[in-house]
């Protein structure tokens, strides 16, 4: 990475750091942990930035696993699970509200006795059991939702500029070509420039949501200075996905965000008849475009084509390897060893290792069973989130958004792996938090006198 990066890097990170302060608001030291998590999730493995991640066949690089990035992420779950031993009563009271996230986190384990590839399996299960302990992290914090707060505006923060800036100052790393189409591919902090849309989408909603609630603070120089680097990042999270042409990201990004704003309106937000409404219209609107509109006109506009861009091609090739539909191959099993391989010869080209269908992914992993667990919980995940919206519409509305954003973006990309940015995102939004975890000043700073009262007899779901 060039010094003129680094320097430009630092300074705009300090000067984003020192215009969203809210000195009179207190977290824990310990939300570091989820953020440094996030960071890389959204980014790019340890040992990738340490240039230790060396090549090989590319299949083989599906099942090794590096000792770097084993001890980086070991060593953040390890530091978090210490931090919830401190939160023990916290964290038996997230769980008993939360069964379903348990029982699809538990069929995931055991789908591993049936894999063809268990031990990479364990691996990739207890990697996905740390994005759940950094969730914990952030929602037993004494101050849940100033710490939610200040966990999308940390990792925004740092992820987004430094994207920008690789991509203008420093190509070598922020953009990648490819030989066989002949296109350079902006990618950012990212490996590949779809993880590159999904890092700015999910931070763009973070920051759409900063830029509302900052709005309601109405105090003075305090609402300018948040809404001047809130309003920074969501205009460069627009500007990287339009450079990376991530179509979905987009679509995501201004389909959730524009429910998002309309849950603003209390006639919205507190009467659950218009919310449903709102929702199903946001994701009738997408499924017409991919799977109904014949014609192919929304796509078009997209700059997009029936195909799906090739999605099509790879649906038809792992439905056709047929894998066992009530169980699947195991927990993140299918895209290894030989069906990798023969993936890539039906559909005539390289480098595919998802479905491109959140739903299909789920599918061809663990069946009908581990698909209808997951639907259970978005279920559950959206009841929680409609009642957060009608209960403190500040963190309500930001689950639906979340919501809509993941039913969406997973028609077309995978995005339900306990790994992905928008994964941890969901989850973090939908899941309930019981009142004996929250803090008498678990509320916005901004809230009047009365409504505070109010909050503290009614807030029962935070997310």
């Not at 299960?125 to 939610?148: C, H, N, Q, R, Y």
Request: proline fraction near 4%; include cysteine.
């Amino acid at each position: 990475m060039s010094p003129i990066v680094v320097i430009l890097f630092a300074i705009i990170v300090a000067a984003l750091f020192y215009l969203a302060r809210t000195p009179e608001r207190h977290t824990s030291m310990a939300l570091w942990l989820p953020v440094a998590w996030m960071l890389i999730v959204g980014s790019r493995e340890v040992s990738v930035w340490l240039h230790a991640s060396h090549g090989g066949k590319v299949a083989a690089r599906y099942t090794e696993g590096n000792p770097i990035d084993a001890a980086a992420y070991g060593a953040l779950m390890l530091a978090g699970l210490l931090v919830l031993n401190f939160r023990s009563r916290k964290v038996a009271g997230f769980f008993s509200k939360n069964g379903a996230l348990l029982v699809f986190v538990a069929f995931c384990l055991i789908s591993i006795l049936w894999s063809d590839f268990p031990f990479v399996a364990l691996k990739r299960w207890v990697k996905g059991i740390g994005s759940i302990v950094m969730i914990l992290v952030i929602l037993t914090d004494s101050e849940p939702l100033e710490a939610t707060k200040r966990f999308f505006a940390r990792v925004a923060f740092i992820l987004l500029p430094l994207s920008a800036l690789l991509i203008l100052l420093d190509p070598g790393l922020g953009s990648e070509y490819d030989p066989v189409t002949g296109v350079t591919y902006f990618i950012g902090v990212t490996t590949q420039k779809n993880a590159l849309g999904l890092t700015s989408m999910v931070c763009g909603l973070g920051a759409l949501w900063l830029i509302l609630c900052a709005y309601e603070e109405r105090r003075g120089r305090e609402r300018v200075r948040h809404l001047i680097a809130y309003v920074t990042i969501l205009l460069t999270a627009l500007w990287l996905i339009q450079k990376c042409d991530s179509m979905t990201s987009f679509s995501c990004l201004v389909i959730a965000g524009a429910v998002m704003v309309v849950t603003t309106n209390p006639w919205v937000s507190q009467h659950s008849k218009n919310v449903h409404l709102l929702v199903a219209g946001a994701v009738a609107v997408a499924v017409f475009a991919a799977f109904i509109d014949e014609s192919g006109g929304l796509l078009h506009m997209l700059g997009r084509n029936a195909t799906l861009t090739g999605r099509t091609d790879i649906w038809k090739a792992v439905l056709f390897l047929d894998p066992n539909p009530f169980f699947g191959t195991g927990y993140e099993s299918f895209w290894l060893g030989n069906r990798l391989q023969r993936v890539w010869e039906i559909i005539g080209y390289r480098g595919v290792a998802e479905a491109h269908n959140g739903y299909l992914e789920t599918y061809i992993n663990m069946g009908w069973v581990g698909l209808s667990m997951l639907l259970v919980l978005l279920a559950s995940g959206y009841r929680h989130a409609v009642a957060a919206l009608r209960n403190n519409p500040y963190s309500g509305r930001l689950s639906i958004a979340f919501f809509t954003a993941s039913v969406i973006y997973n028609l077309s990309e995978a995005g339900f792996k306990m790994m992905s940015p928008l994964w941890i995102a969901l989850i973090l939004e939908i899941t309930v938090v019981p009142a004996v975890l929250l803090h008498q000043n678990s509320r916005p700073a901004f809230e009047a006198p009365v409504a505070r009262e109010k909050t503290s007899r009614q807030f029962r779901v935070l997310q």
